[in-house]
């Protein structure tokens, strides 16, 4: 495979038939003409790079720490720069794009199979695996490329072409489409796949979209359309009516020894009854972020950021010093410079173990059960119903809180209707910035928000979401999502401001795909 889109078909050598010269096929594998091939086919329908990295640096978990720390990766700086993304990487665009789309080629292939040998009963499983493996790969791009969906302009913003069949020329001619159009393929191929889902398909269920990750899934995108209804029926049949069994075992973690390699294995186990969807991808991603002395200069810093907006601030959940608060601000390493918790570590692809040579692999849980509890918490906020948001926000507190305290709406209110707003303008340079607060003004993407107590509910979940999402680049679409404006400050010069209209929210397409003909996006 290489660059661009116009080479898809080429993602998938040995199972391509664009080679006409080929009048007889040398493998019998290369013929999908078994439901078993088809499944094994599936599992290469998973992207194999993740915009993690780059989302999460553009994000306001990240600060610069000063210029007497080296930039130890480019892309990073780029990233949290909002400058255009040249560096070449893992985790580049380019990679992202080429990673997602020939997950889509898969996918098409095998759908395709599926087609010709008669779309059958017994082939439904793998027809569902593969349109969710469709549906989820377009879905990353969207996320990254394109703006925030917005009901009221998504039918005039860009969207992305949507591959839904193999490519049979060279060169073919791929318009960019509307962000409706695209959304709306996502949604049809997602409705078509969950009631087809099926986990006896699977050796290890949670490497595939299993039925609970197909419903998470599809939480995530209803939450991320506001289809507030939607996203909380496909929750709760990932749920249930009391989810706190599947919620993850922070206490048992907590408990472990002090070992940051156990505890990160232990977070992305598959044992695990909060892990539903689990990727291993290309990804130097714990290696800038995790428990390194690397990637210093831009930081998820302790006194800024980790002490004021996030794991070791007191807050809802109680006070670190006290031996309360959050399971993970317990469970943190790094520098002062560049704190986080035991979630993500790296592993090494050996071509040559004697030599050392090889690739970084991260191993993330791309869906869970504490995030889609709080997609829903978030959908019932957003209706106002307020009794069944403050119970799912409790499921949260109770399971990821050493004291497991019960909050009411009251102390909600007063917590985050009393705390002030921290604007862009106080993203202020070195030295330590003394009016962070993890509240930040919303400008809604396509629907409103009322003051008082929906939006002090609002300001709560995202408040958690962005503790539970740490590490997994979701905390850079809650800002597209909800307008909000964020500061970089830089060393020695006044502070970068990501206005709610900023073209920078979206990030640009890879030079070789707009080489292709692929329309950009504005700058």
Known sequence: ?????KYLLCAVVLLSSCDSFLDKVPDSRTEL?????????????YPSFTSILMAEMASDNAMDNGSKYEVSDKLQEEAYLWDKLTAQSNDSPSNLWQGC????????QALQAIDAMGNSANLQPQRGEALMCRAWAHFQLALIFCKTYNPETASQDLGLPYSSAPETTVKPNYKRGSLAQLYQNIQKDIEEALPLIDNNLYSVPKYHFNRKAAYAFAARFYLYTQQWEACIEAATEVLGSNPTSLLRNWNTIHNMARDYESRCNAYIAESSAANLLIQTAYSDMPFWLGATAYGARYGHNNVNIAQKETYFMDGIWGNLDEGTGLYM???TWGLEQKVCYSKYSMYAEYTDKVAGTGYRRSVTVMLSTNETLLCRAEAYAHLKD???SIQDINYWIQTNTLDGKTITANSIDN?????????????TPLPANENGTPKKRFHPVGFTVEDGRQENFLQCILHLRRCETMMDG????DIKRFGIEIAHNRDGM????LHQDDPRRVFQIPDDVISAGIEPNPR
């Not at 917590?415 to 993203?427: C, H, L, N, V």
């Not at 979701?474 to 679409?477: A, P």
């Not at 006044?494 to 401001?497: G, Q, S």
């Open 1 to 5: 495979m290489k660059n661009s889109l």
């Open 33 to 45: 003409n078994s439901a078993d091939k088809v499944t094994k086919l599936l599992v290469s329908a």
């Open 101 to 108: 789309y020939a997950s889509v080629a898969v996918a098409n």
């Open 329 to 331: 601000g317990h469970s």
């Open 386 to 388: 307020y009794d069944h």
């Open 415 to 427: 917590i985050y209707g009393d705390m002030k707003y921290m604007e862009a303008t106080d993203g």
């Open 474 to 477: 979701l905390r850079w679409f």
């Open 494 to 497: 006044k502070a970068d401001i």
